[in-house]
T-cell receptor, first 112, second 112 residues
């Protein structure tokens, strides 16, 4: 079945630096890749997503890239701020499937 | 709009006790989901619903039952709680199947 691996499990960066989180997926039929941010004590919230017909998508300081050949996608956060500190989850979904398969999460700490 | 709400926020059960977790959404979404979140394992789908009166099994359905009597509500039941069900439970809803999911704040359950 579908599997999503996420790295690193923890990431600490200095405020203003960039952060990169990487995910790989196993099923080449996957076509939708969302990223969720989970702040302490809250539920996950979608921050950006990408579909398989697009290689890159940006939204202000956040960008996601997708390499279908290698079956991996990455989240890039530039000019990090303390409020970016949270747990980030990647996920993958096959076409017309109900199911999102989540990665195990990355705890990002942005040091002031 | 309140979005997705969950009750209770926290509960302690003894092994063998039963309880029901309530999820409500006010976005008129057809699709609703129950996940459990365990350390280092991301989010795993327990059950989901594609509309009022329908339910289906996800990845880890054993030990849980669900009901969707009203479109806005999705109930998760534990008939005989076990320590392995200690977890944080999240409900989510979406407008289209597998698309952007809106999560509730979670219910933290401890089974002793």
């Amino acid at each position: 079945g579908e599997n999503v691996e996420q790295h690193p499990s923890t990431l600490s960066v200095q405020e203003g630096d960039s952060a990169v989180i990487k995910c790989t997926y196993s099923d080449s039929a996957s076509n939708y890749f969302p990223w969720y941010k989970q702040e302490l004590g809250k539920g996950p919230q979608l921050i950006i997503d990408i579909r398989s017909n697009v290689g890159e998508k940006k939204d202000q300081r956040i960008a996601v890239t997708l390499n279908k050949t290698a079956k991996h996608f990455s989240l890039h956060i530039t000019e990090t701020q303390p409020e970016d500190s949270a747990v980030y989850f990647c996920a993958a979904r096959m076409d017309s499937s109900y199911k999102l398969i989540f990665g195990s999460g990355t705890r990002l700490l942005v040091r002031p | 709009n309140a979005g997705v709400t969950q009750t209770p926020k926290f509960r302690v059960l003894k092994t063998g006790q039963s309880m029901t977790l309530l999820c409500a959404q006010d976005m008129n979404h057809e699709y609703m989901y129950w996940y459990r979140q365990d350390p280092g394992m991301g989010l795993r789908l327990i059950h989901y619903s594609v509309g009022e009166g329908t339910t289906a099994k996800g990845e880890v359905p054993d030990g849980y039952n669900v009901s969707r009597l009203k479109k806005q509500n999705f109930l998760l039941g534990l008939e005989s709680a076990a320590p392995s069900q200690t977890s944080v439970y999240f409900c989510a809803s979406s407008y289209e199947i597998g698309e952007t999911q809106y999560f509730g704040p979670g219910t933290r359950l401890l089974v002793l």
